[in-house]
Structures are given as structure tokens and as C-alpha cells.
């Protein structure tokens, strides 16, 4: 059983507060996703602890630097969504956020569809396609004002894939480790000044259970 509350760390050091219910819906997000997991290959992490830790928590811990996140009517994109993670978390977190998840893997697709179904998360919708195909069809063509991406690719090649996406002064939110961030410095430099962002990092966090560091790097957009 998920047992997600604001005490948990780094949840209370980042003074992050879970909306009314939300604890409740980690656990049907839980229930939900492992059991999808039993027939299709979501994820390898499901242990309620680790879940917690790994998937719930790291998901919407971007909700303390990006406080718009908890609050604003705001249209995402979660680039390469894979199991759901952290479009379905977030969608949940903030029903307002109108979130599209996208995977070239149309099983995954399917499978976050199913467990946005099963769990009346009527702000999340999914797409089967590649970013960088999507990115030039007019309806999708700058019309986000933010892309996401979780454990996906290297910064510069997220800026050159997302960049497409992105409404006027739009920015790309990266989930990544403090030394994925170090290693991909020089490539993120060169692309996000041939394309015009500004960048801004967060703190650095620690997950418990030695689920390592977390940072993340932000693409504004100068145009």
C-alpha cells in the first residue's frame, strides 16, 4: 500500500503540499499501473516503497520550483511518456493542466491511455508518434507551453526535438540527475544558445533509498 504524505522526504523539505485527495489517488495511481504492468512491460519498479519514492514522488517534485505547475491552467506535453511517468502524477496533482502524453511505443501509449481511463483523469490524453514528426503537424506545432521529458534523451537533443512544440516564451522541463546535467553541459550550451534559450537549474534534491540525486533544467524560450 502507498501511504504518500507531505512528512515524506523530499517532500517536506521542499514544503511541497499534496491537494486534498491526492494521497488517496497515489494509491488507485499504484493499484492502477502495476496491475496494467502484470501483462505489458511499464515499469520495473513496483514495490509500494519504491513506486513512492521513484514514480510518485519524483514526478511531482518539480511542483516546488515550478510552482505554476500546482496551480495554472497550462498545456504540457510529456515527451517520450513511457509507463505514465510524470504525466499521470501530475495530471492528478493538478486536474487544470491539460497534459498529452507522447511514446513512439504504441503499447505504452496504450497502456497510460488505459490507466488515465480507469482513473477519471480527464486532463490526460496520450499519442502514438515521434517527437520530431509530431513537432512539424500544425496542430501540435506551437501550441504547449511546456514539454516534459523523464529519463529520455540527452539535453540537446530534447531542445532540438521539443523546440518545435513550444508556444512563444514556452519553456522544456527535464528531469535529470546532477551528473547528467555536468556530462551534457558542453552539447546543452552549443543548442540552447543556436536556439535561442535561456537556461535555469534548480536545486539539487536527494530521493531517500538510495534513489539518487535530482535536478532540473529549464529551457525558456526567447521568442
Keep these: ?33 502495476t496491475k496494467i504492468n502484470e501483462t505489458h512491460n511499464l ?19 518539480s511542483v516546488a520550483y515550478y510552482p505554476e505547475l500546482a496551480t495554472e491552467s497550462l498545456k504540457i506535453l510529456d515527451l517520450g511518456c513511457g509507463g505514465g511517468f510524470p504525466c499521470i502524477p ?12 507522447l511514446d513512439s511505443e504504441g503499447t505504452k501509449v496504450k497502456c497510460v491511455a488505459q490507466a488515465a481511463s480507469e482513473l477519471g483523469l480527464s486532463n490526460l490524453k496520450t499519442i502514438h508518434a515521434r517527437g520530431r514528426e509530431l513537432a512539424i503537424k500544425e496542430e501540435h506545432k506551437a501550441q504547449y507551453d511546456i514539454v516534459t521529458a523523464r529519463a529520455v534523451a540527452t539535453a540537446d537533443k530534447l531542445i532540438k526535438e521539443c523546440r518545435q512544440f513550444l508556444k512563444p516564451k514556452g519553456r522544456i522541463l527535464l528531469y535529470k540527475t546532477p551528473e547528467a546535467i555536468k556530462k551534457e553541459e558542453k552539447l546543452t550550451l552549443r543548442e540552447a544558445k543556436k536556439y535561442k534559450f535561456d537556461i535555469e537549474l534548480s536545486p539539487i534534491f536527494t530521493l531517500p533509498n538510495d534513489a539518487g540525486q535530482r535536478q532540473f533544467i529549464v529551457f525558456h524560450s526567447q521568442r
Design 1 to 33: 500500500m502507498i501511504n504518500l504524505q507531505e512528512s515524506d522526504s523530499p517532500l517536506d523539505e521542499l514544503k511541497i503540499q499534496l491537494p486534498e485527495g491526492f494521497s488517496q489517488k497515489a494509491e488507485e495511481i499504484y493499484q492502477v499501473v
Design 43 to 61: 515499469t520495473r519498479i513496483t514495490s509500494p516503497e519504491d513506486f513512492k519514492i521513484r514514480h510518485l514522488i519524483d514526478s511531482i517534485c
Design 90 to 101: 501530475l495530471s492528478a496533482y493538478n486536474p487544470q493542466l491539460d497534459i498529452t502524453g
